[in-house]
């Protein structure tokens, strides 16, 4: 291969060297100057935007996980309250359907006494009843009989003497 062949653009020559070397230097004096630090310090900056972003991504994540184990734990909290009142509720509706059939039987208790005090008084006045009517009916036999036995003066005056004796054989 022949370097003389080729294009000068390929093949610069030593003085177009040296001045592409100083342009480049005086570029590179003024970009560490003045452009790289305001580069470095715009990627510091995103740098810790980016950092800060980070963690209050973070900071938001456990207290999303907080707030779900807060929510969690109400649930649970609710869940117990819940059981707790359907448990109360049982017992008292327990409770109350105690006192309820307690009261029916002491009321049944009591109806049952107060009839049977009340059949036992009805069959007082009925037996009462009943020996008064027999008492009468036994009077009015007797009457009847005495009637009949007694209905001439002899057998009037016999009778009378019959129950003088009783009489007087009771009393001595």
């Not at 208790?109 to 049977?116: D, F, V």
């Amino acid at each position: 291969m022949d370097l003389q062949n080729l294009p000068a653009i390929l093949t610069p020559d030593l003085g177009l060297l040296f001045w592409m070397l100083l342009a480049f230097l005086v570029i590179f004096f003024v970009l560490a100057k003045f452009g790289f630090p305001v580069i470095t310090k715009m990627v510091e900056e995103r740098k810790a935007y980016i950092d800060d972003s980070l963690k209050k991504a973070h900071e938001a994540n456990e207290k999303l996980a907080n707030i779900q184990q807060e929510g969690e734990n109400l649930l649970k909290e609710a869940r117990e309250r819940q059981q707790q009142i359907l448990s109360e509720a049982a017992q008292t509706r327990d409770a109350i359907v105690e006192q309820a059939q307690s009261k029916a039987r002491e009321e049944s208790s009591r109806i049952i006494t107060e009839a049977k005090a009340q059949i036992e008084a009805e069959k007082q006045n009925a037996i009462a009843d009943i020996r008064k009517q027999v008492a009468e009916l036994s009077v009015q036999v007797a009457e009847k009989v005495l009637r009949k036995q007694l209905s001439t003066d002899a057998a009037q005056m016999q009778y009378v003497d019959k129950l003088l004796d009783e009489v007087s054989s009771n009393v001595q």
